[in-house]
């Protein structure tokens, strides 16, 4: 139950991040919350967000319009594998 | 009997990894099939939201004065007023300058009608991490692909790259690796700059050519436009090229309002454009 309200308060953080705040702080609170969280599939959807709202359209294929969204998913993926490794997180 | 526990750690990770592939694949199909569906939707969402936070810091950003010590302000509003007194004497052989430059175009038929839109920025650098605004115009005002954004009355900062039905983002000319043709105000030397981020441009010239710390960078051709002023030049003696380094002479983190520029429209001067009919005419009827 607490573990789920402090999710939920993360991920208002984290859209609060996608619209004020800088960047940086942005892909850093993300990669906080998914090493804290299981499966924190919202850091995949803010970056989405976040892509659509700063990104520039390209006509050609350019890794510029979805930057975030294939750092954090590469991100997502890797710590997935890191907290399988690690005896802190294992069942 | 005894049977070992099956690990369903493998199914942990490959559950998440379906999910995440899904999702991008869909988003980037979606980017490709329509590719302002998704951008014009967020930013209908965000505009309201941007609009707040520069009610509340236009309403409450003079409070963090109230928490500073007095001899800091008073400090802070002297220097501000020696600064002012400097500007406006600047400004006051500003003003002739353009007096004269009007007065020069004028003689020569060339005078130009500004059709500027005013724009407030809702999200600026270091908030966009590709040194982009987002400013609170978009179709409704016309806006379109490749206006000029400009700050005051000549400062060039960027162009419009995308509009939406009521915001619009504006790449800056400084966004990394953008090249960009300028001239040297003071010897008229052309050269090409390239975008560092952040306000940042960079240039190399061959080490014969004299460019002195305060240079001022301009667009070729007839307009009262500067992008740059160069803040350093690295010279190495073993290189036959020197480094130019040049900076937007305003801070783009505290740019709250631009200009958009909608074209510059030539008006010839009707008169000359008789004078020169007469001079034509007059030549026709000795050619006859």
Redesign the interface.
Known sequence: MKNNLLRIIGGIVLFIMVFYGPWWLFLFSALAFMFLFDNYYEAIVASVFFDALNGVISPRFSIKNFLFLISISCAFVLIIYIKRHLSFYSD | MNYLLKSN?KN??KK??I??SV??VV??LL??IT??F??NS??FI?RP??KV?DFVSFKFGHLVSYFQSKKILTDENNNLREQISRMNIQLLSNAVLVKENKDLKEAVGRIFSKNQVAAFVL?RP?????D?F?LDVGADFQIKKGDNVVVGDSLWIGKI??VYSNTS?A?LLSSSNHPLNLVIARTGLPITVYGQGGGNFEAQVPRGVVVLEGDILVPPGLNNLLVAVVSSVEINPEDSFQKIFGKIPQNINTIKTVDIDRGNYLEIDSKILKAEDKTSSSTNSLKR
């Open positions: 750690k942990k990770i998440p990894l999910i995440i999702i991008v988003i980037v980017r490709f590719p302002n998704l951008p967020f930013h965000a939201l941007w936070e999200t270091p908030q966009s991490p590709y982009t987002t790259t995308e983002i790449t």
